[in-house]
């Protein structure tokens, strides 16, 4: 079946805009998980959702936001863009969540902030 | 709260050689652990997991043992391939954070022919 998709891959914007980004889970998953990346931060968790609900945020300020549909597909989105949002955006998606329970992970949106 | 820690990279190998890639972790509860791989250019994949202790998490040739005693979740091979090249995550995931999932820095391995 198909993996989780995030589009778009890459992303160049400028400081001060706003930005947003999509992942669409694998079929039948409705837990969708964002993570950041960076070189100096590593992976750090921003916000899980569940049937089109925030069940659980990292430590981001409210700049990052997010949301889901009523098909598990789910967007994040940046506002007010700095140089330190550069990084690659990472969504998981997971049928639930629990102790074994495995996510698989998108390729990542790579943004840029010029 | 909860934390990863693994050896920072790079660790160069040649093709064969023995790895062992060190994580400890701290944690409130009883976490799970697992090791994720990030390949050049694409997301993370699950390695293997553990989710009780003296579990063993096993997949492609490598293996990582649940230490509870020692918080410690070691990734090994016994004969690496350049096919292994990655970037390596320890992470844990808990009840009391939501089981998100708390990944270690991450330790980049070059396997030479």
């Known amino acids: 079946k198909a993996g989780v998709t995030q589009t778009p891959r890459y992303l160049i914007k400028t400081r001060g805009q706003q930005v947003t980004l999509s992942c669409s889970p694998i079929s039948g998953h409705r837990s969708v998980s964002w993570y950041q990346q960076t070189p100096g931060q590593g992976l750090q968790f921003l916000f899980e959702y569940f049937s089109e609900t925030q069940r659980n945020k990292g430590n981001f300020p409210g700049r990052f936001s997010g949301r889901q549909f009523s098909n598990s597909r789910s967007e994040m989105n940046v506002s007010t863009l700095e140089l330190g949002d550069s990084a690659l955006y990472l969504c998981a998606s997971s049928i639930d969540r629990g102790r074994s329970t495995e996510a698989f992970f998108g390729q990542g949106t790579r943004l840029t902030v010029v | 709260g909860n934390s990863v820690t693994q050896m920072e990279g790079p660790v160069t190998l040649s093709e064969e050689a023995f790895l062992t890639i060190n994580c400890t972790y701290t944690a409130t509860g009883y976490p799970s652990l697992f090791w994720y791989v990030q390949y050049p250019g694409e997301g993370l994949q699950l390695l293997l997991k553990?989710?009780?202790?003296?579990d063993k998490g096993s997949n492609k040739g490598f293996e990582a043992t649940y230490r509870k005693e020692t918080t410690s979740f070691h990734l090994e091979k016994g004969s690496v391939q350049v096919s292994d090249s990655a970037v390596y995550f320890c992470a844990l995931s808990e009840a009391d954070s939501g089981y998100a999932l708390n990944f270690g820095k991450g330790t980049s391995l070059l396997v030479t022919p």
């Open positions: 553990a989710t009780k202790a003296d």
